[in-house]
Nanobody, 116 residues
Framework: QVHLVESGGGLVQPGGSLRLSCAASGDIFSPYAMDWYRQAPGNQIERVASTLSGGAPNIADSGEGRFTVGRDDHKKTVDLQMNSLKLGDTAVYYC??????????WGQGTQVTVSS
């Protein structure tokens, strides 16, 4: 079993920044993916950022140039730095871990609200 703990959501004005963190614990071993997804009200869930053991991180088009993702395999953490936030970035953000393409785990979600 894998347990995910997310933190860092909140309320921010347009143009502001937030940093989301996710820490994994439990039965997790390489290779594994640690991603960030988000879901806005009425919208489908979408992947925001992805990282894979030994691979380059990837940011979705929606966050290109504004979001960066960093992963620490030793600590089993993944952080999402979000800058220049827009109203459209308002969503619940979820940490996602996929271990060996067979086991999938989701965090509880953290709310990000961009509002003036």
């Amino acid at each position: 079993q894998v347990h995910l703990v997310e933190s860092g959501g909140g309320l921010v004005q347009p143009g502001g920044s937030l940093r989301l963190s996710c820490a994994a614990s439990g039965d997790i071993f390489s290779p594994y993916a640690m991603d960030w997804y988000r879901q806005a009200p009425g919208n489908q869930i979408e992947r925001v950022a992805s990282t894979l053991s030994g691979g380059a991180p990837n940011i979705a088009d929606s966050g290109e140039g504004r979001f960066t993702v960093g992963r620490d395999d030793h600590k089993k953490t993944v952080d999402l730095q979000m800058n220049s936030l827009k109203l459209g970035d308002t969503a619940v953000y979820y940490c996602y871990v996929e271990v060996g393409k067979s086991r999938v785990y989701w965090g509880q979600g953290t709310q990000v609200t961009v509002s003036s």
